[in-house]
């Protein structure tokens, strides 16, 4: 699996990183969002057992296994001037348009399996 990511949001990802380690996860939440389901980026502070790489130029990518069935194999994310979330796309569809990154890693206990977040 590989995310083209633009420019512009490698540079957001890694401002949103900070000096802190972290790794992004594709993630495709449909815990309590009242629909299909939403993709969001997750920070965390390590991957968990079932998390594959993607291949994503230098910034740290992962995906649960299981959820590789939702997404095609090349994707792309982008972003734009002023707003806040992302765009994550493939060559015959939109996953969304509106991306959040929730930042994980302060959480001490709580992985993206956890039932114990949820996304705003």
């Known amino acids: 699996m590989i995310i083209q990511v633009s420019p512009q949001a490698e540079a957001r990802l890694v401002e949103q990183l ?3 380690p972290g790794l992004f996860k594709l993630f495709y939440d449909t815990d309590g969002c009242g629909c299909d389901g939403i993709t969001v980026l997750l920070i965390l502070n390590e991957r968990d057992s079932d998390d594959v790489s993607i291949e994503a130029g230098s910034l740290p990518f992962v995906i649960n296994k299981q959820q590789q069935i939702y997404f095609e194999p090349c994707l792309r994310l982008q972003s734009e001037n ?3 979330s992302f765009r994550l796309s493939s060559d015959s569809m939109i996953y969304g348009s509106n991306v ?5 890693r302060e959480a001490a206990n709580v992985t993206s399996e956890s039932k114990e977040w949820s996304v705003k």
């Open 18 to 20: 900070g000096d802190q």
């Open 100 to 104: 959040k990154v929730h930042d994980l």
């Open 82 to 84: 002023n707003f806040p």
